[in-house]
């Protein structure tokens, strides 16, 4: 068989998708004298495609990635090497965190390409994702800002931009608040009845709709969500959870699932469908979860679907769409004078504006890890790109003026850890932080069981920890956290406040270092807070499930009612 027809043969399995054989062929019959370009991409991208790849596989597309960049010279071809060697990096660094270390090679390749062919908005915008995972916000911003001068019509470059600037100082409240008001030029409004048209009087009760792209049974929004619907008023309301990721990542018994009174899957259906049958089912108060995370599925909002539609728990800032009427917030969280800074009308909840579920295992008491190990240990559970430049600097600050500290870090997201502890190395404080992989994140147990290695938590910022706080503080173990200037920036401070424990907010990054200090240094002090804790945490506004879902009803209520 000459070449040409082992080519088209090859190119025929793969268009019937027998990637298995269009692999064995490739390998069995070309080397790296003698591939073309294009029978290079053609492995790397079977080899992501066969049913049931493994890392190797994955490691193995990279590498042919690799080549057909290198042995390319078009440019479309060039960029498309590129992109999807970035894109292999990021989907796989999830399931695989070996990958995470392919990201350097990402950057060098992208770097590269960039400056023999400067601006292609397809190549910026897959350079935007790697800088997000090699923690270099300021250049994923930077990129991105680029793509919105020059004129981008990108939905998720607009989402990325818009939340990517919660984890910076640089955009204070006017200034997100300015943007916000271009998000909704780039969703299309589909087609909705009017809801004059729909006859709401046929409703037995108030049929109030939860939507979410993360209904699983291991995200932190489960924890928030399954207790406060627990208590709902079934004579008042029926509840729809209206979930966009497949049923197939419930893992195991899903008691949020079972805690609606309505469970729909349409996770497979389009956006104009779901809005379809959301109005045939005569949904009055809608409730978005995902915010800006979800740019495909977002743009539901775009569009005046139900009567009420509310902002709430899965993104802690305004949206942006005039279709949405409500923010939920409380008055730690947006002050009265900064309401015009969002788009959406503020409801405010007593106390606070979440609370969480808890967990089903016996909490025990523990004394602080110094007391065994000699040294005291801080820990933090964000997502790494919460650990801005400012917090590297109060956090290295810390480590140096306490002798033999120690600092535990663990994050939901994959990233390259080297990229963050060259940060820390600045400081020359590398050696005090200890890392713990994420493949046992949401093992509840597991992971919780960490907090007893750590004295002191350290919350992040300007973006705060939300779930993590409200795991330390249910472990017993005591929370610093900063003031910050908008809703995002102040979760800690609301948290905190509620839990009765306003000393452990600090003013500005000097303060965040004396009450660090302060806790250190006085061992007894610690040990009578964290006793404190763990005998008063679960009666406070934090974990009383019952109390919050009643004044969420009540606020829900009250906004049906006055129109």
């Avoid at 054989?21 to 490739?26: A, F, S, Y």
């Avoid at 802690?316 to 005039?322: L, R, S």
Wanted: hydrophobic share 35%; net charge positive.
């Amino acid at each position: 068989m000459n070449n040409k027809n082992l080519v088209d043969q090859i190119i025929q399995l793969f268009t019937n998708k027998k990637y298995k054989e269009v692999i064995i062929e490739i390998e069995k019959n070309f080397d790296t004298s003698n591939i073309s370009p294009g029978l290079l991409n053609l492995s790397a991208v079977s080899k992501l495609l066969k049913i049931n790849n493994t890392k190797d596989d994955i490691v193995s597309a990279l590498n042919d990635l690799e080549g057909y960049y290198k042995k390319s010279e078009k440019k479309l071809e060039k960029i498309e090497a590129v992109t999807n060697y970035i894109t292999t990096c990021v989907i796989n660094s999830a399931k695989y965190s070996e990958i995470t270390e392919y990201f350097k090679k990402a950057e060098k390749l992208y770097e590269k390409c960039v400056n023999e062919f400067g601006y292609d908005e397809k190549l910026y915008s897959r350079g935007s994702d790697l800088y997000k995972y090699t923690l270099e916000i300021n250049k994923s911003r930077k990129i991105l800002s680029e793509l919105i001068q020059k004129k981008t019509t990108s939905k998720i470059t607009v989402c990325a931009n818009g939340y990517l600037n919660n984890y910076s100082y640089e955009w204070g409240l006017k200034e997100y608040f300015e943007y916000s008001k271009i998000f909704k030029n780039f969703f299309p409004q589909h087609k909705t009845k009017n809801i004059s048209e729909i006859n709401f009087k046929k409703n037995k009760k108030i049929k109030i709709g939860f939507i979410s792209k993360d209904f699983n049974g291991d995200h932190s929004i489960t924890f928030f969500l399954k207790k406060t619907l627990q208590y709902f008023d079934k004579n008042k309301f029926e509840s729809f959870g209206v979930s966009l990721s497949n049923d197939n990542l419930l893992k195991g018994p899903s008691e949020l699932k079972n805690n609606f009174d309505n469970w729909l899957d349409f996770s497979k259906l389009k956006n104009q469908q779901i809005i379809d049958k959301i109005q045939d089912l005569r949904i009055e108060i809608l409730i978005d979860l995902m915010g800006l995370f979800h740019a495909d599925r977002i743009e539901i909002f775009n569009s005046r679907i139900a009567p009420f539609q509310i902002s709430w728990l899965g993104y802690p800032n305004t949206v942006g769409f005039p279709t949405i009427d409500y923010l939920i917030a409380d008055d730690n969280l947006i002050k009265k004078d900064e309401e015009k800074y969002y788009l959406e009308k503020i409801i405010r909840i007593p106390n606070i504006w979440n609370c969480h579920s808890g967990f089903e295992f016996k909490r025990k008491f523990r004394d602080p890890p110094i007391k065994k190990n000699k040294f005291i240990t801080f820990g933090s559970f964000n997502n790494f790109l919460k650990i801005s430049d400012e917090v590297i600097e109060v956090w290295s600050n810390i480590l140096k003026s306490i002798k033999n500290s120690k600092l535990i870090l663990k994050s939901s997201l994959n990233v390259n850890k080297d990229v963050l502890l060259k940060k820390f190395k600045k400081y020359d404080v590398h050696e005090s932080i200890e890392f713990y992989e994420k493949k046992n994140f949401f093992n509840n147990r597991d992971h919780l069981d960490l907090y007893k290695k750590i004295d002191i938590a350290l919350d992040t910022f300007p973006y705060n920890g939300v779930t993590t706080t409200f795991e330390a503080l249910w472990s017993g173990v005591p929370v610093i956290a900063m003031k910050g200037f908008n809703m995002n920036s102040r979760c800690g401070e609301s948290i905190l406040k509620n839990a009765n424990l306003d000393y452990l907010i600090s003013r500005n990054k000097s303060d965040y270092l004396r009450v660090a200090l302060y806790y250190s240094n006085n061992l007894e002090k610690l040990d009578d807070l964290r006793k404190m804790i763990h005998k008063n945490i679960l009666n406070t506004s934090l974990f009383d499930s019952k109390k919050f879902s009643n004044d969420l009803q009540s606020k829900l209520l009250d906004v049906y009612k006055k129109n």
